[in-house]
């Protein structure tokens, strides 16, 4: 897997273990050959994630992240994708400013949130979706499965 992870905030992150640990975890459980994907990570401040936000989804506000999939597994044929010998999923942004509060609101680690919206980005990526209850129940399944497999499941 080629992961690129691009901080442009003040935030000291150590977790690309733990993110690389994440992302091989979502896409064993999805069936997806690790060794032909490649993803681009990058954790911005407020700022910045309105102005994505804003920009790619007309929504002006701040929010906790982003997914921007190059692959279609909404719409492609989900054996014809896998099929291929080189997958680039896409593009996951993060806000670490976000996920810092979320992780407290939540009364968990910040370490924790990052893990769980990178995991939430990752399936995005794969073509799930939470728009609707039926499709929302379908990803938090995989959601819960990933992270109690990595024994961060809350």
């Keep these: 897997m080629k ?26 459980v999805e069936n997806v ?4 994907c490649e993803i681009s990570l990058s954790f911005v401040d407020e700022i910045k994630i309105r102005d994505l936000n804003k920009d ?8 906790d992240v982003l997914s921007f999939p ?12 896998l099929e291929k010998p080189y997958l680039m999923l896409g593009d996951v942004v ?3 400013d976000v996920a810092r509060k979320q992780a407290k609101e ?12 990178t995991c939430h980005s990752i399936l995005h990526l794969l073509g799930y979706d939470h728009m609707e ?6 990803m938090r399944s995989k959601e819960k499965q990933v992270m109690k497999n990595l024994g961060v499941f809350k």
């Excluded at 050959?33 to 032909?36: G, L, R, S, T, V």
């Excluded at 190059?70 to 994708?81: G, M, Q, S, V, Y």
């Excluded at 939540?106 to 919206?117: A, D, K, P, T």
């Excluded at 209850?133 to 379908?138: G, L, N, Q």
């Design 56 to 63: 790619f989804r007309g929504i002006d506000r701040v929010t």
């Design 3 to 28: 992961l690129i992870i691009d901080n442009t905030t003040n935030e000291d992150l150590t977790l690309q273990k733990d993110l690389e640990k994440v992302i091989k975890e979502v896409l064993k």
């Design 33 to 36: 050959d690790e060794k032909k």
């Design 70 to 81: 190059i692959e279609d597994f909404f719409n492609e044929d989900r054996k014809t994708l």
């Design 133 to 138: 209850d039926d499709d929302k129940k379908i």
């Design 94 to 96: 993060i806000c670490t």
């Design 106 to 117: 939540l009364g968990h680690s910040f370490e924790r949130e990052i893990m769980y919206l």
